[in-house]
């Protein structure tokens, strides 16, 4: 049997109320097995942000269910700590790479440990050996202004990585780049869904690089359309 990374159950999120109210989330389930890459499309205003927001714990939905790896972290309430259980567990990309400006490459991954109490040795090394995998060695050391859009983008995809989650969330992480530089990205988290065993879920708009993903979503108006 596979691992599941993911599973969402029957999951609401109304924003508003009376005539502005928007049902963002209207019943949506869906699933993730470990060491599978899925995209979730759809129109803008389908409500895909609120659900990657809802699944990585960054915004309560309404009611439903979420398990991530085999632990169920919400049920019509949060179950868990879950500013331990992101930390742990979960890991985000978004449009831009939000690095800290007065952190180089690898202090920029290495932070991401070290808030999580793997020390300063550890911490390092791992860093060192998740920039060498996106091919960024010779970079390390440099500052995020010294990087190009991608090797931002991967420098923000190793850090994300950095303390192994079951789940990898992604926002349109592609969007800021030219298409070759975003076929490589989607390529990388494909390569990381398949080698770390991570469930890997990712927002996207480009249709170019398509044909990476293992499972295809369609949102539309708050709900999953088609799963492929
Ligand atoms: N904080 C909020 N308050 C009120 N309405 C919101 C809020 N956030 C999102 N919405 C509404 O919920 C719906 C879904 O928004 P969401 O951002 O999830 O869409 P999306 O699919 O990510 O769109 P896009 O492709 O443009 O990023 C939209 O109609 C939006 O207007
Ligand atoms: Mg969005």
Redesign the pocket.
């Given at each position: 049997m596979k691992h599941i990374a993911l599973i969402a159950e029957n999951l609401y999120k109304t924003?508003?109320k009376g005539n502005t109210v928007?049902h963002?989330l209207n019943d949506v389930s869906l699933t993730l097995h470990a060491g599978e890459i899925a995209a979730l499309l759809?129109p803008?205003?389908?409500?895909?942000?609120?659900?990657l927001t809802s699944l990585g714990l960054i915004q309560q939905p309404d009611s439903g269910k979420i398990i991530i790896g085999n632990e169920t972290v919400f049920n019509d309430g949060y179950k868990t700590d879950i500013r331990a259980f992101r930390r742990n567990h979960i890991g985000f990309v978004f449009q831009k790479a939000n690095l800290l400006p007065f952190l180089s490459a690898v202090d920029n991954v290495r932070l991401a440990m070290e808030i999580n109490d793997v020390s300063g040795k550890a911490a390092k090394k791992k860093a060192e050996e998740l920039l060498a995998k996106f091919d960024l060695s010779e970079r390390k050391n440099f500052m995020p202004k010294e990087l190009s859009g991608g090797q931002q983008q991967r420098v923000a995809i190793a850090r994300a990585l950095a303390n192994t989650p079951e789940l990898l969330l992604a926002d349109e992480p592609t969007a800021a780049l030219d298409s070759v530089m975003g076929r490589k990205v989607m390529e990388l988290l494909k390569q990381v869904a398949h080698e770390h065993n991570t469930g890997v879920l990712v927002?996207t708009h480009d249709h170019r690089a398509i044909d990476v993903f293992d499972r295809i979503y369609v949102?539309e108006d708050g709900k999953i359309k088609a799963p492929f």
């Open positions: 924003y508003g928007v963002a759809g803008s205003g389908a409500g895909k942000s609120t659900l927002v949102m």
